[in-house]
């Protein structure tokens, strides 16, 4: 059996691992793009300031796919599929045959998007050659904007403002990221940008953007209004970069559609990651979303029946170091019940959503994150709120319990910080109660190091 592996990021190297200890003897191979193995993308704004080297961001070296004999082509990009034939298509001309293809590709900014957007300065922070970019870009600048709610975007105004820049930072609604966030919780994050030096813009829509000699010089807005920056970061409008295989029949609108199966439109081929939109799906992204389905798209291309088991859908990040996590559905359909106690209070925010049926379905946390391990069952089982545990409701709700001390450190994946237990540290091993990546701990002197597992 013949596998390819179109993307190397933690869907493709998921699948790919997944696929050599289902299949010993089948032929692997993973085409990227990019110039690196395998690296969290996570942590690319710790490695644009410094704070984490280029051998520190690598997740995989690339001995590791020699050693489970994964052939890995570097600097290799597909534009074309013949679903028939079972051929991919290289910029260079040369075909592949598989028998089952996966579509690991991520989301990239698409090359037609607002009318300017080939100017230079215009771009994203989604893979490590974009670090190099906007580090060139930003030299002997002043001004950068920010296009885009969300993770991504909450990542590049932090650049941008370690970088020294003026941020501004437009958006089409009244609040921040009304898709994901409530008011109290958007109106902390607000503060927290506003408070970092960020001009937030709320009811603006940025249509074109305006260059001088091929640089980008400034935005314009729905209304006529010129927003001067030499810089802009693009966070929205993100696509799978497939045209090639839209081309030959591929079922893909934003994302691209699969069943339950992860499999796609075309025969024997299957998408996983940022790239894919299941049914029904409130968050579809993140880390332990694409891990697990790598592990299951590997399941059936290599001939198992295994559907795709939807985990809590959960969101975690941080704006400034406000960590922000969200879990379950942030807007479920039908009456909706939200316990808070008294918060928002003191920067915090926490809240669970109770549905109808008085059964727990959604948390959102802002400011202060200590109970996420112990809520996440609670939303994961649906728990009826009446049989949720006393002791879980003070260590959420009373404002005097979570100010407790311990060690802790950040997860590298999902910047949820974890607190170190004596047993973790006994252990050795540390499981982040976020996006379930497990790790290695290793004390030095009075600090801690994670390690991600191999």
Known sequence: MRYVIVGNGVAGTKAAESLRRRDRG????????????????????????????????????????????????????????????????????????????????????????????????????????????????????????????????????????????????????SRFWPQVLNPEAAFLVEQRLRSEGVKLRPEMQVVEFLGQGGRLRAVRTASGDEIPCQVAGVADGLRPPIE????????????????????????????????????????????????????????????GNAPYRRRTASLSTRAFGLPILVMGH????????REHGDYPSNGVYKELLIDSLDRVVGATMVGEVSEASHVEPLV???????????????????????????????????????HISEEDLQQGRLT???CGVEFNLRATGDRFQIIMEE
């Not at 942030?330 to 019940?337: A, L, S, T, Y």
């Not at 949720?388 to 590298?412: H, M, S």
């Open 330 to 337: 942030p807007h479920p359909q039908g009456k909706v019940r």
């Open 432 to 434: 982040c109660p976020i």
């Open 26 to 173: 089948g032929e692997i191979m993973v085409l990227s793009r990019e110039t690196v193995p395998f690296y969290r993308r996570p942590s690319l704004v710790e490695h644009l300031v410094g704070r984490v080297s280029q051998e520190e961001l690598l997740g995989r070296p690339e001995s590791f796919y020699r050693e489970k004999d994964i052939e890995l082509r570097l600097g290799t990009e597909v534009v074309g599929i013949d679903a028939q034939a079972h051929q991919v298509t290289l910029a260079d001309g040369e075909t592949l045959d598989y028998d089952r293809l996966l579509l690991a590709v991520g989301l990239s900014r698409p090359s037609q998007g607002r009318p300017g957007s080939e100017l230079k300065g215009v771009l994203s922070l989604l893979t490590l050659r974009d670090v190099a970019a906007l580090q060139s870009a930003a030299r002997n600048v002043r001004q950068a904007l920010v296009l885009g709610e969300g993770v991504l975007g909450l990542a590049m105004a932090q650049a941008f403002r370690l970088l020294g820049l003026e941020v501004t930072y437009p958006f089409s609604g």
């Open 244 to 303: 090639w295989a839209r081309e030959a029949g591929l079922a893909a609108e934003q994302q691209v559609w699969v069943d339950d199966r992860l499999g796609t439109s075309l025969p024997d081929v299957y998408a996983a990651g940022d790239a894919v939109r299941l049914s029904d799906e409130p968050l579809a992204f993140g880390w332990l979303r694409a891990w697990h389905q790598g592990v299951t798209a590997a399941v059936n291309m290599s001939g």
């Open 380 to 418: 994961r089982q649906q728990t009826p709120f009446k049989e949720v545990p006393a002791e879980i409701l003070r260590r959420l709700f009373d404002q005097r319990y979570w100010a407790a001390a311990g060690a802790e450190v950040l997860c590298p994946v999902c910047k949820f910080l974890m």
